[in-house]
Each structure stands twice: as structure tokens, then as C-alpha cells.
């Protein structure tokens, strides 16, 4: 069967200007940029843009393209290679069946060894990223996977179906490509076979496309932690990313109004005793990075499933037992600071005791918060860190100044 192409290589955009590697190149780059590139180039350079693409990567690329020159590519293709990108794109993008490569190598169970090798030489060059070829029956039904390694290692004679893994588990091709991700890294996979409802061999999937869905999600994790919506990209347009942003913003600034009605109420106390107004920043910026600390531990953990009931309590205990080593730490340093600077014990104990309580609430927060949200279907690493925020500023300055009312007025 064939083989796919050699893996994808970005080499800077001017080459892409001068018409070289173009199709490895247009995979590469993002949605926006690849579709400004798509209108400036001409039916003939599209279509000999994806003569050398890996089909999953042309799966891809013919999303982009007007239905016009998406015709023309296919008639471009093979009659074979035009049924294998048929069955790529019947699949969503986002799941195994839209992440496969249809190119794959699979024997039968009764040929020896030897006749496979002489099958691979024939061939010449093997599918990027393949530790296995794949063994099916007369109908492609799969029946296991015969690595490299025993190909190399055991006797020629021996036939495929005494040295197989009959035991590997495939893919099935509506599996999200999350889950994908997830297989790779618990199973420790670098290649993985594809297959229909009925056991059907299909493609497969390799390490490099599973690494392609982990950065996808890295990115978005990173836009969600700064309150930018998933779909926003850094050469979206002014006015719509302006507005995608503006709903956070929007809701960052209520929480700080929020915040400064809580440092309202002890306007008196602040009219008295200067002092606190200049030291209350550091107890709420304390318990902000703290509680951060939290919820990005939290976010990860529930993402990869790291986070159980079983384990949640542990992970409380331990929660809070770090706040209360880091906090008692800090009020000392933060109450012997104050001490030097304003010769006060009275507004160093309590910044102290403030420091500590705050830290305390926050990893509290920090832990009840993405659990919380996560019930309520709620994204907890978008809206985590603005409600934490809002927590921790709260209740370090209601500590805080209501301390300062308590002792000092």
C-alpha cells in the first residue's frame, strides 16, 4: 500500500512567497493567515501546492479552499487517494477519524515474515512515525498490530500471526481527539491503528498528529486563563477581537468595584490610620498569587483527570496545609517589614494575622472554585481566575481594614 510523505517542515514565509514547499508550509500556518495566503495564489498554484500532502494534512487544507479549486484538487488525486480523503473528511476535524492519515501498511496473518520484509523493501520508504504495520483479514478487519522490532528480531519463517499483537487496542474513529491524546499518553503510543464501528482498519494515527492536538490545547488553555474565547486568534480582526475581549474585561472591572466598595466601608478607619491604605495592597495581591498557584493546578488536574473524588480531600488537606506553612512565613517576614519601616507592632501583627488568614481563604477558593464552577458546566480555567480574584481581594481587605477598625480605632 502506499506510504505517507515525509513529515511537515516550516521553513520561514518568504519561501512561501517564492512558490517553495508551499503545501507543507500552508499546513502549517494558522487558519487566518493560510486563508489571506489561499486568496493570493491561483488555481494552478493551489493545486500543485497539495501534490506532495500527507492526506490528512489535505483533509485539512481543502476546508480553506472555494469549492471551485476543491474539486479540481480532488480530480487531481487518484481514484484511491480521492476514496481515502473521501473518508478523512467524512469525519469531524476535531476526532480520530478527522486526524488519521489513511496511508497505512497492512499484511495478512498467513504470510511469513520474510515475505513482509521483501513487501517493505518493495515499497521503499514506510508511513512517518511507524513502529507497526497492521494486520488485517480479506475484508480489512483488523486483527492486530506486528511491530518493527519483531520483524527485525524474529526467525523469517515464522509467520505473521505467531508474532502479532493480537491484543492492541485500536482507535475508533469517532473518538474525540482529547481522548486521542489521552490514549497516546497512557498507553505510551507512538503510532495507533483506526478503526470503524464494525473493527474496520481505516488509517492510523501517530505520535506527531497527537502532539499537533496537545499544543491546540495549550493554546487554548492559555486564551481561557486571560479570558479570551477559544475561537480568538492573534490575527483576528481589531474590532472582532476587541469585542470578544470586552465581556471580560467587563466583568473584571465589576469584581473591582466590588473590591472597592469592601474598602468603602472603612473609609474612617483609613481617614485615621494612613498607614493601612498604603500596606492593604500587599495582603489581597498575596492571596491573588496564591490562590492562582490553586486554580492552575486545579485546572490541569481536572483536564487530565488527575482530579477524583477519591483524591479531592487529600488534595484539600494538602492545599491547606501549604497555605498555612507559606502564610505563617510571610506574616513574619511581612510583620517584621512593617515593624522596621513604620516602627508600629500593632499594624505589623495585624498585617500579619490578615496575610495569613487571606492566604488561607485563597487556597481554599483556589480549590473549591474550579470544582465549583466545573459542576455548574462553566469553564474553570476562563472564569476561574476572575472569581478567585474578586475572593481574594475581598476578603484581604476586609480582614484587613476590619482588623485595623477592631485594634487601631
Not at 474612617?268 to 500587599?282: D, F, G, K, R, S
Request: proline residues 5%; glycine residues 8%; aromatic residues 6%.
Amino acid at each position: 500500500m502506499p506510504s505517507s510523505g515525509p513529515a511537515s517542515v516550516f521553513p520561514p514565509l518568504e519561501r512561501v512567497l517564492e512558490g517553495e514547499d508551499q503545501g507543507e508550509v500552508l499546513v502549517e500556518l494558522s487558519d487566518d493567515v493560510r486563508a489571506g495566503l489561499v486568496e493570493g495564489m491561483d488555481t494552478h498554484e493551489l493545486v500543485a501546492a497539495t501534490q506532495d500532502m500527507d492526506l490528512d494534512d489535505l483533509a485539512d487544507f481543502v476546508a480553506d479552499l472555494p469549492e471551485a479549486v476543491t474539486n479540481q484538487v480532488l480530480r487531481s488525486l487518484s481514484q484511491q487517494d480521492r476514496e481515502r480523503l473521501s473518508a478523512v473528511l467524512s469525519y469531524p476535524e476535531d476526532s480520530a477519524g478527522g486526524l488519521m492519515n489513511p496511508d497505512t501498511i497492512s499484511v495478512r496473518p498467513d504470510v511469513t515474515l520474510e515475505v513482509v520484509i521483501r513487501y517493505l523493501r518493495m515499497l521503499g520508504e514506510m508511513p512517518d512515525k511507524t513502529d507497526a504495520i497492521f494486520v488485517v483479514d480479506r475484508n480489512d478487519m483488523l486483527l492486530g498490530a506486528l511491530y518493527v522490532s519483531r520483524i527485525l528480531t524474529r526467525d523469517p519463517e515464522s509467520t505473521v500471526a505467531e508474532v502479532m499483537d493480537a491484543g492492541f487496542q485500536p482507535i475508533l474513529a469517532t473518538m474525540p481527539d482529547t481522548e486521542v491524546a489521552k490514549e497516546f499518553q497512557d498507553r505510551d503510543l507512538v503510532s495507533a491503528p483506526v478503526v470503524d464501528g464494525q473493527g474496520r482498519l481505516l488509517g492510523q494515527i501517530t505520535v506527531d498528529d497527537v502532539v499537533d492536538v496537545i499544543q491546540e490545547q495549550a493554546d487554548e488553555d492559555l486564551r481561557r486563563m486571560a479570558g479570551l474565547p477559544e475561537e480568538d486568534d492573534m490575527f483576528a480582526p481589531v474590532f472582532t477581537s476587541a469585542r470578544r475581549r470586552a465581556i471580560w474585561l467587563g466583568i473584571n472591572l465589576a469584581t473591582a468595584f466590588l473590591a472597592s466598595a469592601v474598602v468603602g466601608i472603612f473609609q474612617p478607619t483609613l481617614n485615621q490610620v494612613v498607614v493601612l491604605a498604603v500596606l492593604m495592597p500587599i495582603v489581597a495581591s498575596m492571596g491573588g498569587i496564591a490562590g492562582s498557584q490553586v486554580v492552575t493546578l486545579m485546572v490541569r488536574g481536572l483536564a487530565l483527570g488527575r482530579v477524583q473524588d477519591s483524591n479531592a480531600r487529600w488534595l484539600l488537606a494538602k492545599e491547606v496545609g501549604v497555605a498555612l506553612i507559606n502564610g505563617a512565613a510571610w506574616a513574619v517576614v511581612v510583620a517584621l517589614g512593617t515593624v522596621a519601616f513604620f516602627a508600629d507592632w500593632q499594624v505589623g501583627l495585624i498585617i500579619g494575622a490578615a496575610l495569613m488568614i487571606n492566604l488561607l481563604v485563597a487556597a481554599l477558593a483556589g480549590f473549591a472554585v474550579p470544582l465549583a464552577l466545573t459542576k455548574l458546566r462553566i469553564d474553570p480555567a476562563l472564569a476561574g481566575t476572575v472569581v478567585l480574584t474578586t475572593v481574594t481581594d475581598c476578603v484581604g481587605f476586609a480582614v484587613f481594614l476590619g482588623l485595623g477598625t477592631l485594634f487601631l480605632t
